[in-house]
């Protein structure tokens, strides 16, 4: 009898799904509760989740979320350059052993 192979495919925008964004807030501090209830008077919402904060940050506070994604990007981006880096330096020691 033959095997079957099967794998479960997810589709591109599930890929870029961010669990964390759809948890709901746990008000453990103080500046959490104050955000949770900022926002949740804002949206009209009981449950506020991470996703709904950073929205309503982006709107009301862009200066800090712009600051905050652009130092993400530029480490993310630092990141890449030393994985090529390092990728180079193997595949030169490689092929000077061959």
């Known amino acids: 009898m033959s095997e079957t192979n099967t794998q479960k495919t997810i589709t591109e925008e599930q890929v870029h799904e961010n669990p964390f964004l759809s948890m709901r807030v746990e008000t453990d501090s103080a500046l959490k509760e104050y955000l949770v209830q900022y926002v949740g008077e804002k949206l009209d919402c009981e449950e506020v989740t991470v996703n709904m904060v950073a929205e309503v940050l982006a709107v009301e506070f862009p200066e800090f979320?712009?600051?905050?994604?652009?130092?993400?990007?530029?480490?993310?981006?630092?990141?890449?350059?030393?994985?090529?880096?390092?990728?180079?330096?193997?595949?030169?020691?490689?092929?000077?052993?061959?």
């Open 65 to 98: 979320v712009f600051a905050f994604a652009e130092e993400n990007f530029l480490r993310g981006y630092e990141l890449g350059l030393e994985d090529a880096e390092k990728l180079r330096a193997q595949l030169t020691e490689k092929l000077s052993e061959e």
